[in-house]
């Protein structure tokens, strides 16, 4: 077995000072401490991100964008603030370019809508990869359907890479849209998307990047890589859950007609016509989740302060010490070896069914993901019905992936035997 | 090297090994497929009933899915055969409300037999589904659900 080199680990990150401020990390679960690993579904919060949400609730609450007294001009100022954070945090030029969001699967809708009501039309094309989740494909399909569309699907190869040569075949003065994931959240899979992105433009396709696993992860700049769209998820990134949002290029939101109608995205508003408010507001409709955006901001400036750079660098420590490890279990399949790789291990355990391997996981504490993980199409192209799924944050240590390899171990030998 | 728990019980783990009745019947009288998208178990259950003496003479299984999906419906179909229509629908409403913990075999009057077996999902809320699937599809295949049944 491969001791886990600490001291590597320490250079990069503080990690037990790290532990010290996710209160929920310290708890024990059936008796054995906690050893969550399933954050590619939903991460925890650091004090910093509870204390702020609590002092906001307590103090500081009000609505936004409508009341003339103090509390809502405070609650107002320190709401933009925050959608500047998020333009500062993705790379956006304008702050306005952030629309606010209850997470990734609303912010694809919202842009499956409003675009494909301005710009999809019958024979059009869309793009979207194998390796999606539900959230970005089934949005497209219902969209396809609706406008005589046609959905095309970028392979991939037996790594989980997707096959650059074969998309690049699928570009047509047909595309309209090219909608992929930044990190595929079944097998870690970091796609090209710079590449991806200039291939679309090259035939004038808009393109839309599935941020929600790589937000947390690395660094994104996305005018560096050019797309149109780019949405993420709170709840993926330390922050509560119910906040999200997308960002979009300003030429391209402004071209949009809304999505949700009601209050605040309007202009002016008589019995017989309305106008519509500029973007963001236009794609904001209704009282927004106020305080969820507050405890966006304030896991955004945790992340600042630990910063991306370490994070990324720490996280894929992890990711090749586990991937070491798992790779020495007889009996174990990693699903997913791409070359370039987020800290998501996915694996087929032959003995036994994902689902039995992690209730016997969760015997020893252990918080792991075994399903398909809302990308059934991912787990066809491998030819399993599931997968059980690790997935690393920058809390994790070397340790608890040991603990988790010594307990996947017993759970075969529990299923093997009498064999 | 075991665990502290009452879910994966030895004759759960030898059904899941060597499920019984586990094939299709050729013109079966009726069937019906259950999915559990959740966990992508996706059994078919396959019944030939008397209907004159609403007696199940045959029933089968044939599918994928986790351990305590496969060792449901393998038991469940060991513990039909020759019982009757009527008979199967009590246990079926037994069998999910002790899943539930709605029913405590221990202090209650049932018709559960061993397959009060299944009593420790009860503490895993999570894998009821699993549990109930097979009786599920059951339900479904008598009142001819030729669509299927999905546990969602």
């Known amino acids: ?419 | 090297m075991s665990y502290d728990n009452e879910l994966y019980q030895q004759v759960i783990l030898d059904h899941n090994r060597k499920p019984k009745n586990f094939h299709a019947i050729e013109n079966a009288s009726h069937s019906c497929q259950g999915i559990n998208p959740l966990c992508g178990d996706d059994i078919t259950v396959y019944l030939n009933v008397d209907e004159e003496a609403g007696k199940i003479d045959e029933v089968s299984f044939q599918g994928s899915g986790c351990a305590i999906s496969k060792a449901s419906t393998s038991m469940m179909t060991t513990f039909l055969k020759g019982k009757s229509v009527d008979e199967a629908r009590l246990i079926k409403d037994e069998f999910h409300k002790m899943i539930l913990g709605e029913m405590d075999p221990e202090k209650e009057v049932h018709h559960l037999g061993k397959l009060t077996l299944f009593m420790g999902i009860r503490e895993f809320p999570s894998r009821t589904k699993c549990a109930s699937l097979a009786w599920h599809t059951l339900v479904g295949a008598l009142d001819k659900k030729f669509e299927g049944i999905s546990t969602e």
């Open chain 1, 1 to 419: 077995m491969t001791e886990p080199n600490t001291s590597v680990a320490a250079n990069i990150l503080d990690i037990e000072k790290i532990r010290k401020d996710f209160p929920i990390l310290s708890q024990m679960v059936r008796g054995k401490p906690l050893i969550y690993l399933d954050n590619a579904a939903t991460t925890h919060k650091p004090h910093s991100v509870i204390e702020r949400v609590r002092k906001f609730e307590s103090e500081e609450y009000g609505t936004v964008r409508r009341g003339a007294y103090k509390l809502s001009e405070n609650s107002t100022q320190l709401y933009e603030e925050v959608r500047q954070k998020v333009a500062d945090f993705l790379g956006a030029e304008k702050k306005g370019e952030i629309v606010f969001t209850s997470g990734t699967t609303q912010s694809i809708n919202l842009v499956a809508h409003s675009f494909g009501k301005r710009f999809i039309n019958e024979g059009d094309e869309i793009i979207i990869s194998n390796i999606e989740h539900h959230a970005n494909i089934v949005p497209w399909q219902v969209l396809c359907q609706e406008r005589g569309a046609i959905l095309k699907v970028i392979p991939v190869n037996d790594d989980g890479e997707l096959m650059m040569e074969e998309y690049e075949k699928l570009l047509s003065s047909k595309t309209r849209m090219v909608a992929v994931n930044h990190i595929s959240n079944a097998l870690g899979t970091i796609n090209p998307i710079k590449e991806i992105t200039q291939k679309a433009h090259a035939v004038g396709a808009k393109v839309l990047i599935d941020g929600a696993q790589s937000t947390p992860h690395l660094k994104v700049d996305v005018q560096d890589i050019g797309c149109d769209f780019y949405t993420f998820s709170g709840h993926k990134m330390y922050a509560p859950s119910g906040i999200g949002g997308v960002y979009g290029r300003m030429e391209v939101w402004e071209e949009m007609p809304p999505y949700v109608t009601g209050g605040d995205m309007i202009m002016q508003v008589t019995l017989e016509k309305t106008t519509y408010a500029k973007p963001p507001a236009r794609f904001e409709a209704g009282t927004p989740p106020i305080t969820q955006v507050i405890g966006l901001g304030a896991a955004i400036d945790y992340l600042n302060e630990v910063g991306l750079d370490k994070i990324a660098d720490y996280e894929h420590y992890l990711l090749e010490y586990g991937t070491r490890l798992f790779k020495d279990i007889e009996g174990v399949r990693i699903i997913g070896n791409a070359r370039s790789k987020a800290s998501i291990i996915s694996f087929y355990v032959d003995a036994a069914h994902p689902h039995d391997v992690v209730t016997l996981l969760d015997q020893d504490g252990i918080s792991c993901r075994g399903g398909h993980h809302c990308a059934q199409p991912t787990m066809i192209r491998f030819g399993v019905p599931a997968t059980t799924r690790a997935s690393v944050a920058f809390y994790n240590k070397p340790e608890e992936l040991d603990a988790l390899a010594e307990s996947i171990k017993k759970c075969i030998r529990f299923f093997s035997a009498d064999d």
